[in-house]
């Protein structure tokens, strides 16, 4: 079997992830030779995994509606809006009773630290899924405003800003099973935006079990490529930076790189250059969790990954059949972009709809 498996830390917890072909068991009850001989099954610790913390958060918030730099920079012309697409979101959750989202349809799940779905009411942990979903399918901060969403609760430790793997694999195979229960489109998740990062570097922990989602149901993942630029090269982190999703980088105002911005060369999956793509992600406005309807501001990558997130839902949306051709999708949203001088740390260009 290709997919992780995680061992959680919990006393008799035994249960499947059946779409990752993923086992979650006690590590004081699991014979990991047995496993490994007679399956091939890879064992993995139940680890904490982060959200991809924004660079810069703005201490002030306001009611009225700001302006949306990010949506000018893409030259979009109203005519698609993510109608009929549904999102899947792996962050902290969503405050759904925002403006950003009325009359919208919302999807939601929570899970605890060994991957159970523990609850369906939407809440947010912290400010950072509610921020990412306005970015993606708000009513006006969104790129795709008519785009459903899928919200899986998995970084529900620390004020939202980290979970365990269990955790993302629990809502990984939550967002792929929807709709499985009949022959068409219906509920499906056509794509997955995820900002959430191992440590600095290359980790293989979500590697076989987005291998296993690409194959079926067939659904990409774009993915924050991280935000320690400042370190330098190969600064990029997992899963933005995998042969199997597109990662994607921070652009300011100007289509300059962002100097957090992470970059890199993958050696460990033939020295592919990461990240793929960049997207407006420098004080972008969005939604606030709480009540209020305020707005605020924040930079980095897992910003600019629910940007892009919104231009391949109006991809899907122009070109539906792209919804069981992933690898088609991804190479499309490749070359939807417009060329930019910084080719190592701005990947192929920043995204654009109508490139």
Not at 208 to 227: E, H, Q, R, V
Request: hydrophobic share 35%; net charge negative; glycine share 10%.
């Amino acid at each position: 079997m290709r997919s992780a498996r995680a061992a959680s830390r919990s006393q008799g917890v035994y249960h499947t992830l059946d779409n990752l072909c993923t086992f979650i068991m006690d590590e004081e009850q699991i014979d990991e030779s047995y496993f490994k001989d007679t399956f091939g099954a890879t064992i993995r610790e139940n680890v904490e995994v982060a959200s991809v913390t924004p660079a810069e958060i703005s201490q002030e918030s306001q009611a009225k509606l700001p302006e949306f730099w990010h949506k000018k920079k893409l030259n979009l012309d109203g005519s698609l809006t993510g109608r009929n697409i549904n999102v899947g979101v792996i962050d902290s959750g969503i405050y759904a009773s925002h403006q950003e989202f009325a009359g919208k349809q919302i999807t939601f799940a929570e899970f605890d630290s060994v991957g159970r779905l523990v609850g369906t009411t939407p809440k947010d942990y912290g400010t950072h899924g509610t921020h990412v979903c306005g970015l993606l399918a708000g009513r006006n901060a969104g790129v795709a405003p008519d785009a459903s969403l899928t919200v899986a609760a998995c970084l529900t430790e620390r004020g939202g800003t980290a979970g365990y793997l269990a955790q993302i694999l629990g809502g990984l195979n939550y967002l792929l099973e929807q709709g499985r229960d009949n022959d068409t489109q219906a509920g499906r998740v056509h794509l997955i935006n995820a900002s959430i990062e191992s440590a600095s570097g290359f980790n293989d922990y979500l590697h076989g079990a987005l291998d296993m989602a690409l194959t079926d149901p067939g659904t990409l993942m774009i993915a924050a490529i991280g935000n320690n630029g400042s370190k330098g090269k190969n600064s990029d982190s997992s899963p933005g930076n995998y042969d199997l999703t597109l990662g994607i980088g921070a652009l300011d105002e100007n289509d300059k790189v962002a100097s957090f911005s992470s970059w890199g060369t993958v050696a460990q999956l033939g020295n592919i250059n990461k990240p793929d793509i960049s997207a407006p992600g420098v004080w972008l406005y969005s939604s606030l969790s709480g009540p209020g309807n305020q707005y605020f501001k924040q930079s980095g990558t897992s910003m600019a990954s629910p940007v892009a997130a919104g231009i391949a839902a109006l991809l899907l949306e122009r070109q539906p059949e792209l919804i069981t051709q992933p690898l088609k999708l991804k190479e499309l949203l490749l070359n939807m972009v417009i060329p930019l001088q910084d080719t190592e740390r701005a990947g192929k260009g920043r995204i654009n709809l109508s490139s």
